[in-house]
């Protein structure tokens, strides 16, 4: 059966530090890969999608950024980070495009980051 | 921008009771989906019905749809304190980034 992993499970860092937020799909190949934000009472933001190894694609301008170094592996990162960048962020997979029928997400724990 | 909007934001029920949970969305749809998330926990897939289904049965779930009014609607029936949540309708984007438009929520409390 396929899981997904995501960690750290929660983060607090300084203004204008780094961020490394990981995750791993298992049990799959080639998922369809997201990143959400999901701020306090409101609903999912994607941030990115991806389809494949070294394929990004971004719905937002914003100051984080992602990779997928290898098929079930997805990166989101930031070189500095700011206090809006506060919130839960949840990884997902998926196995076709969501506009397949019966397609649906499959998310990973989140991770709730704090920057003070 | 929002796609599904549920209706209410809250809602507080004793154990036992029927919770019935509204979601409308604007645009074009082949499916909605439903979600449940636990207090700092992901999202969990509940049900999908298609946009040429009028009801789908899942369990306690009962879900309708309405693509005349684009409307759904979420009945957990004989509500457990279990069931204490936040439940998210979903539609899928039929056009640029597969994604899903996930609407603000209705969070359920429910009381033993």
């Not at chain 1, 701020?39 to 694609?57: E, N, T």
């Not at chain 1, 997805?74 to 397949?100: N, P």
């Not at chain 2, 999908?48 to 009028?54: A, C, F, G, M, Y």
């Amino acid at each position: 059966s396929q899981t997904i992993h995501q960690w750290p499970a929660t983060l607090v860092q300084p203004v204008g530090s780094p961020l490394s937020l990981e995750c791993t799909v298992e049990g799959t190949s080639n998922p369809n890969l997201y990143w959400y934000r999901q701020a306090a009472g409101r609903g999912l933001q994607l941030l990115f999608y991806s389809v494949g190894i070294g394929q990004i694609s971004s719905e937002v301008p914003q100051n984080l950024s992602a990779s997928r170094p290898q098929d079930r592996q997805f990166i989101l990162s930031s070189k500095k980070l700011l206090l809006s960048d506060s919130g839960f962020y949840l990884c997902a997979w998926s196995s076709l495009r969501l506009s397949t029928p019966e397609e649906k997400l499959f998310f990973g724990s989140g991770t709730q980051l704090s920057v003070l | 921008s929002q796609q599904g909007e549920e209706d209410p934001q809250a809602l507080s029920i004793q154990e036992g009771e029927n919770a019935t949970m509204n979601c409308s969305y604007k645009t074009s749809i082949n499916n909605l989906q439903w979600y449940r998330q636990n207090s700092g926990r992901g999202l969990v897939h509940l049900i999908l019905i298609r946009s040429n289904e009028r009801e789908k049965h899942s369990g306690r779930l009962r879900v309708t749809l309405d693509t005349s009014k684009k409307s759904s609607s979420l009945l957990i029936t004989a509500s457990r304190a279990a069931d204490t949540a936040s439940y998210f309708c979903a539609t899928p984007r039929l056009w640029g980034y597969s994604t899903l438009t996930f609407g603000k929520g209705t969070m359920l409390l429910v009381s033993p």
